[in-house]
């Protein structure tokens, strides 16, 4: 069971990204999922999560407004669209999933790097 994540990169001050987590050998459909980040020196925190049917999702008040999760079932996706990016939002970005909401993260991605900076 694997969790690819991808679409990290350097990007300017206001600028966007869509990060993309993906499945391998299982079906992201019946998990709820989750994003993490972590900067270098700073302990993981969590950014945003979603229930496997996509009606429940919460942020990280420091994303709020400006980041927004999502959910393709039918691609086996879940992604995380971030808008008016600063340089506080660099970090590495790992995705999770979990059976639900209210249940530990039990699979990880390797993280995808996002760098904000002029």
């Known amino acids: 069971l694997q969790l690819v994540e991808s679409g990290g990169g350097l990007v300017q001050p206001g600028g966007s990204l869509r990060l993309s987590c993906a499945a391998s050998?299982?079906?992201?459909?019946?998990?709820?999922i989750g994003w993490f980040r972590q900067a270098p020196g700073k302990e993981r925190e969590g950014v945003s999560c979603?229930?496997?049917?996509?009606?429940?999702?919460n942020y990280a008040d420091s994303v709020k407004g400006r980041f927004t999760i999502s959910r393709d079932n039918a691609k086996n996706t879940v992604y995380l669209q971030m808008n008016s990016l600063k340089p506080e939002d660099t970090a590495v970005y790992s995705c999770?999933?979990?059976?639900?909401?209210?249940?530990?993260?039990?699979?990880w991605g390797q993280g995808t790097q996002v760098t904000v900076s002029s």
């Open positions: 979603i229930s496997s049917s996509g009606g429940s999702t």
């Open positions: 050998g299982f079906t992201l459909n019946y998990y709820a």
């Open positions: 999770a999933a979990a059976l639900t909401l209210e249940d530990p993260y039990d699979y």
